[in-house]
């Protein structure tokens, strides 16, 4: 069993920055790839950035190219998503996720195996 916790999320202007948080515990780390998905309301969960664990590797959304960065402290067991530069469309409930042996290029959430509760980003214009 694997547990995915968010934080980092809030209120915050067009234009401005954030970094989410998420902890994990349960298992080791080494083999699963670490995924950031968002959610708006009324819209299907989308792929925004993966990262291999162990090997640093990272695959972004186009959408989010230049501006979000997706990081990990392995010593923590901790994924980042610092968000900068951020759009009234970036407004969602932000997931995190882990996925079993998956390629970073994955972005389908089906394929990811263990979510987090998700932390609310706010994006005023």
């Known amino acids: 069993q694997v547990q995915l916790v968010e934080s980092g999320g809030g209120l915050v202007q067009a234009g401005g920055s954030l970094r989410l948080s998420c902890a994990a515990s349960?298992?080791?780390?080494?083999?699963?790839?670490m995924g950031w998905f968002r959610q708006a309301p009324g819209k299907e969960r989308e792929f925004v950035a993966a990262?291999?664990?162990?090997?640093?590797?990272?695959y972004y959304a186009d959408f989010v190219k230049g501006r979000f960065t997706i990081s990990r402290d392995n010593a923590k067991n901790t994924v980042y998503l610092q968000m900068n530069s951020l759009k009234p469309e970036d407004t969602a409930v932000y997931h995190c996720?882990?996925?079993?042996?998956?390629?970073?290029?994955?972005?389908?959430?089906?394929?990811?195996?263990?979510w987090g509760q998700g932390t609310q980003v706010t994006v005023s214009s």
């Open positions: 996720a882990a996925n079993l042996f998956g390629a970073i290029t994955t972005t389908t959430p089906d394929r990811y195996n263990y």
């Open positions: 349960g298992r080791t780390f080494s083999s699963y790839t």
């Open positions: 990262i291999i664990w162990s090997g640093g590797s990272t």
